[in-house]
Each structure stands twice: as structure tokens, then as C-alpha cells.
């Protein structure tokens, strides 16, 4: 049998990481087949920014231009319109007494979002690459990331982490991207980790910067919250969320500890709960 020819091909989300990686695989002449991008459509706007960014400057050096792959459909049908068929004993049955269309928000051991959203468009789109071709898949973890690293041992074995090959930190990777003149408009000086904007997994730290500083993104997050069937949080929704954050504000103002038993104990009245917080 004849072998097929080898197409490298960048997963790119846009984080720090694999813009590294891409910026560091132009620098060093390594060739790429094609750069892939999969669209969720729930990325900050300073994110598609970004890729537009690095996109003129992938233009400029390779003449090529970043692949882009959106899902079947948007984020919002899968979310609350999509028909599901659960079976009658399904815990969401006996919670709701009906059949709630839409998989609302993603939870730790349901997360349909990264596959509609991104792994199954991603595939369908390789489908036809992966008949023509041998790909071999470069990926964004950087060398203190082991934990990914050993999680993806022995089961990718066409993946390649170049970043792991070069010693790159998570630190070296964004400084390396602020030299190269990107920077996210200062969307990683906010966040820890850059995903959807929306992620209900991600921290009541990073939460608590997304109601502060991007109010037309909450608002959105309040109205979609409003009309699914699942809360955005076991312990909060986006409205009982906002009651927190005012109410931390409110203490600090007062030079209070919003870390006291106390204001625990009057945040659970305000918002009418029982047990821990
Ligand atoms: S970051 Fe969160 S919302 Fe986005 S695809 Fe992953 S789990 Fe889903």
C-alpha cells in the first residue's frame, strides 16, 4: 500500500498556548499544512479580534490564511431547541415532569457543548483530508502542563507538542506572544484560562470579572439562564450570582470580610438558602 503524503496540521484554539506555538513554528520554518480553527461562537470579541489579527499576520508570512470551522448549527439551538429524547426513568423527567427541549448548560460530566461545538465539526471537516492524507497533529500543551501530556500519551500517536520539545511554559508561551506583539487586548492580565466567555465551569473568581467588566455579555448570560431548563451552577444561578457579587462589593465598601462566616451567613438570608454557600 502507498503512503499517504503528511499534512501537518495546527489545532489552534487562539489562547496563548497554540498562538505560541504557531508563532514560534513560523519563526522556526517548521511547515504547516494548515491551521485549524473550530468556532464555537461564544469566544470574547477581544478573542476573534485576535484571530483576525494573527490571521493577517499568517497571510503575511506563510500567504496562507487560518481555516475556519463552525458547528451545524449555533450554540443557542443545541442549548434550549434541539428535541431530545430522554427515556421516561431519566433524572430530568422526574425533576421537570416533561420533556425540556435543548441541553442547556454544560456540566462537569456533560459537556455536549465540546463536542457539537467543536469536536464534532472539527472531524467532519478532516474526514476527507484523513482519506487523502497522513496527518500529523501539532498541539498547543506546553511543557508544564503534564498533567494533559500524560492523559494524551499512548492514545494520540500522531499528535506532536512542540512546545513540550522546545521547553515552553504556559508563562514563556504568553510572554512569547506579548513580544510578538499580541496580546489579547489584556483579555489573559483578567483571566487565568481564555474559553467561552459563557463556560459555567469556569471560577466565581473569573465569573465575578465577567459581571464586572463585560455587563452586555452578562446580560446575555442572565437571559439565556432565564430560559433553559438547567441552573448555570448547582449552587447559583446567574441572577443569585449577581446578588453575591453586589453584595461583596457592598462589604468591601464597608471594609468588610467577604470571606467571614458572617457574610456568608447574610448572603444565604438574602438569598433565601439553606446549608453552605
Ligand atoms: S469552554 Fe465550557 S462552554 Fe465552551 S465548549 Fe468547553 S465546556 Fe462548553
Not at 498562538?19 to 519563526?27: D, H, R, Y
Not at 476527507?128 to 492524507?133: D, N
Not at 467561552?196 to 448570560?221: A, T
Request: proline share 5%; hydrophobic share 35%; glycine share 6%.
Amino acid at each position: 500500500m502507498m503512503n499517504k503524503p503528511r499534512f501537518n496540521l495546527v489545532s489552534l484554539s487562539g489562547g496563548k498556548d497554540s498562538t505560541a506555538m504557531l508563532l514560534a513554528m513560523i519563526e522556526r520554518n517548521v511547515p504547516i499544512s494548515m491551521i485549524l480553527f473550530c468556532d464555537t461562537g461564544l469566544e470574547f470579541p477581544a478573542m476573534y479580534r485576535h484571530i483576525d489579527k494573527l490571521n493577517s499576520y499568517v497571510r503575511d508570512t506563510l500567504q496562507m490564511e487560518i481555516t475556519v470551522v463552525q458547528p451545524e448549527y449555533p450554540f443557542e439551538y443545541y442549548f434550549k431547541d434541539i428535541p431530545i429524547k430522554r427515556k421516561a426513568d431519566s433524572p430530568v423527567i422526574q425533576k421537570y415532569g416533561e420533556q425540556p427541549n435543548g441541553y442547556g448548560w454544560a456540566g462537569s460530566r456533560m459537556r455536549w457543548c465540546t463536542s457539537r461545538l467543536k469536536d464534532m465539526p472539527r472531524e467532519r471537516f478532516l474526514r476527507p483530508y484523513r482519506e487523502q492524507y497522513d496527518i500529523y497533529e501539532y498541539v498547543g500543551i506546553a511543557a508544564d502542563e503534564q498533567y494533559r501530556l500524560e492523559r494524551k500519551r499512548n492514545q494520540d500517536e500522531q499528535h506532536i507538542h512542540p512546545l513540550v520539545e522546545w521547553n515552553m511554559s504556559e508563562a514563556d508561551c504568553l510572554q512569547y506572544c506579548y513580544d510578538c506583539g499580541f496580546n489579547w487586548e489584556g483579555l489573559y492580565e483578567k483571566f487565568k484560562r481564555v474559553s467561552c466567555w459563557c463556560c459555567p465551569l469556569q471560577s466565581l473568581d473569573e465569573l465575578r470579572v465577567l459581571y464586572r467588566d463585560y455587563p452586555d455579555l452578562w446580560k446575555q448570560l442572565g437571559i439565556w439562564d432565564e430560559i433553559t431548563w438547567r441552573k448555570f451552577r448547582a449552587d447559583y444561578s446567574v441572577k443569585e450570582l449577581q446578588i453575591r457579587f453586589d453584595m461583596e462589593a457592598e462589604w468591601l465598601k464597608n471594609g468588610k470580610s467577604i470571606r467571614s462566616r458572617e457574610f456568608y451567613r447574610a448572603l444565604r438570608e438574602r438569598l433565601g438558602k439553606e446549608g453552605a454557600l
